[in-house]
């Protein structure tokens, strides 16, 4: 089974990354650096699915490549002959491998077979086959017409000397002809039929072909010329931009969750389409600062704008866009976006199905989405799937902006992005949580209600929830024995918390929870597995800006296991009979003392040796024991411990700290 990444809600985003190389980049310079006459060393690679693929594929095909570092490397250029000719090679799910080496194998006089992950045999390549083919390539499709795996024959004498590719399907098509062609060593035109889509990452070609010694002259993005004379020679050493795909997630935090968030490593010079990116942000509101390397952005005052804009500059970053659509106040258009549906997955389709789990309405067409974001605050229905699609889960963790969420097969990431995960949680803050738990009257209720209040977050009752499932399942005629049936039951059970009221459907419920049924009830339901599971979401679901305090038995430990602070309070079973003694008889019940231990013991043990989330302190939590402590005195310790921890662990966060100087 694949694993699930859980992601709490987040209430701001503040700080500095510094991005990994451009996988558009890297793959370029691999190959122009094993094309090339002379050593090449490539500083600032990017390491990652895509990368490895073509390193492999290169190694395979007899090149010499050694790294000096995780990041940098020397490869030994094979001066556009390479040595091994009768190769299989596997090129996963990397188009940026897979189209420039079919087009460099097409003419390098060798036998080879290209194939990839199922995924990759959907993505066309028929476009780049027959241009190919004009220029004298011996191509043949294994499988289906038109797309991968292939078959390379060594090439015929070229029938022409200006051949045309398709521009609107895939721009890696004219981007692998264009870097292949210079083997030739014969003059060459490319004209390219129809609109030139993604056009920047043909500047990107152009540019590294430059650094590599071969200048191609353009008229305009239809016609391209390479001269008889095109060698390709080591630049000596190239250093690897910061990807600007990349990027556009970090400032999309910013600029969502106040920011500022700085990315290292792309800039005012960059040669990358997608740094554009920050422009599209800036339309949306947000406020963009740039250096030669860097860009900032931070959220505009009142929140982000929708636009409707043309994508064709941006065709990766504009996803991101489509998931900040989901903040902004009105329809979001993004248009011209055909190459969505021909990448790691249909990309428009994917993009419709998610974004319409938080309640979005959107509309696809065949090159468009247009988002209209649910009402704020959102939430999402079921868990975020990412298509082994590293852009999808990227994106869509922007979303934890707005609601705690989960994203399935999270490591589809390394595909571009290993790290990115932990370098998200290092500029995003998610709200925070004090978990207070303990045994039965140890008076954590009490204290975390207080607690909650003096510093204004919102306050967890989990005890309440369980109580409520018991009380329900009576209503509902469901013996408590009947774990599914109540899971079941609350897993959609129409339960209100307002204010310190609870209702259940439309009948107030506060009290009658409380009763002495309700809470051996409680305690029998709670040890179902499955009433728990029924219940995580709902508990998670009241993590909400500016923060959270929790009570119950497995708050630290299930619900909220990044909690920044983990109390487990408890008193001795004597003082906690006593407690309730006072309470009982205060309200006018005939109450024993010894009855009452006896009760709390067996709680305790029921709740501590049941085999789900049993009542457990965990190592992180701070012990506090109230038998000789009052309210007030425990109520003080909980506040100290928060301020030293929220001093030490939330630092880069100025604002949403929460200010605890007048507690
Ligand atoms: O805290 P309380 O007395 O309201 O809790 C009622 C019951 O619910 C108690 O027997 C333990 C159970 N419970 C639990 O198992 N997990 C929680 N997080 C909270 C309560």
Redesign the pocket.
């Known amino acids: 089974m694949k694993e699930q990444l859980d992601l709490p809600p987040m209430m701001g985003a503040k700080g500095e990354i510094t991005l990994p190389g451009s996988k558009s980049i890297s793959n370029r310079v691999l190959l122009l650096a094993a094309l090339s006459i002379g050593k090449t060393e490539i500083r600032d690679l990017l390491d990652s699915d895509d990368t490895e693929r073509m390193l492999d594929a290169l190694k395979i095909l007899g090149v010499n490549i050694e790294f000096t570092g995780k990041n940098s490397c020397i490869v030994e250029g094979i001066s556009g002959n390479f040595p091994v000719k009768d190769a299989k090679l596997f090129l996963g799910n990397a188009g940026t491998a897979f189209r420039p080496l079919t087009a460099a194998l097409a003419f390098s006089g060798g036998h080879y077979h290209l194939h990839g992950v199922p995924r990759m045999h959907e993505r066309p390549i028929g476009d780049l086959v027959d241009a190919l083919r004009l220029a004298g390539a011996e191509i043949a499709y294994l499988d289906n017409k038109g797309y991968p795996p292939l078959e390379i024959f060594p090439a015929k004498d070229a029938i022409a000397d200006s051949i045309s590719v398709k521009g609107n399907v895939s721009s890696q098509f004219l981007t692998g002809l264009l870097m292949a062609l210079p083997l030739l060593g014969r003059k060459m035109e490319v004209k390219v039929e129809g609109e030139l889509i993604s056009k920047p990452y043909i500047g990107i070609t152009l540019a590294m072909m430059e650094r590599f010694g071969v200048k191609v002259e353009r008229e305009g993005w239809e016609r391209f010329f390479i001269a008889a004379d095109s060698r390709y020679r080591s630049p000596g050493t190239i250093h690897v931009e910061g990807d600007a795909s990349s990027a556009s997630y970090f400032l999309a935090a910013g600029a969502i969750g106040r920011g500022p968030v700085r990315v290292y490593g792309v800039g005012k010079s960059s040669i990358q389409g997608d740094a554009k990116f920050a422009r599209y942000l800036e339309k949306m509101g947000a406020k963009i600062e740039m250096g030669e390397n860097w860009i900032e952005a931070s959220a505009p005052e009142n929140g982000l704008d929708a636009i409707d804009i043309d994508c064709n500059e941006i065709p990766d970053a504009a996803m991101t866009l489509a998931v900040a659509a989901l903040f902004a106040k009105g329809k979001t258009t993004l248009r011209n976006i055909a190459s969505w549906r021909v990448k790691e997955t249909d990309r428009i389709a994917a993009m419709a199905k998610e974004l319409s789990k938080f309640g979005a309405i959107v509309e696809e067409g065949d090159d468009f989405i247009a988002i209209t974001p649910p009402p704020p605050p959102f939430s999402i229905h079921g868990s975020i799937d990412t298509y082994d699609d590293h852009r999808m889960a990227m994106c869509f963790s922007l979303a934890a902006f707005g609601t705690h969420l989960g994203i399935n097969d999270p490591s589809c990431v390394a595909k571009t992005f290993p790290e990115y995960f932990e370098k998200f949680l290092e500029i995003a803050q998610p709200v925070p949580v004090i978990s207070i ?1 303990g045994p ?2 140890s008076g ?2 009490t204290v975390a209600a207080i607690v909650a209040q003096r510093l204004n977050y919102n306050y967890l ?7 409520i499932s018991a009380l329900a399942a009576m209503k509902a005629g469901i013996s408590l024995d009947e774990g599914t049936a109540i899971a079941e039951l609350m897993s959609k059970a129409p339960v209100r918390f307002d204010g310190g009221r609870i209702f259940l459907e439309d009948a107030e419920i506060t009290e009658e929870i409380r009763s002495e049924a309700c ?2 009830g ?2 029998k ?3 179902f597995p499955e009433v ?1 599971a029924a219940l995580l979401e709902r ?1 998670k679901r009241f993590r909400k800006s500016p923060g959270l305090v929790a ?5 630290g430990s299930t ?1 909220f296991p990044d909690s920044q602070l983990k109390i487990y309070l408890t008193a001795s079973a004597e003082e906690r009979a006593m407690r309730r003694y006072k309470q009982l008889i205060a309200k006018g019940e005939d109450v024993r003392i010894d009855v009452l231990l006896q009760d709390i013991r067996a ?1 305790d043990e ?2 501590s040796k ?1 085999s789900a ?1 049993p ?1 457990q302190k965990c190592d992180d939590a701070t012990l506090i024991d109230t038998t000789e402590m009052g309210i007030e005195e425990a109520v003080s310790r909980v506040l100290e411990l928060y301020r030293n921890a929220s001093s030490g662990k939330t630092s880069r966060f100025d604002q949403p700290t929460p200010d605890l100087r007048d507690i």
Request: glycine share 10%; hydrophobic share 35%; proline share 0%.
């Open positions: 738990d039965s009257a954590k209720g009752d989990s005890g309440a929830l369980y109580r809470s051996s409680a305690s339901v709670a040890a728990r508990q009570d119950g038995r497995d708050m619900v709680r029921r709740d049941r989330a009542l």
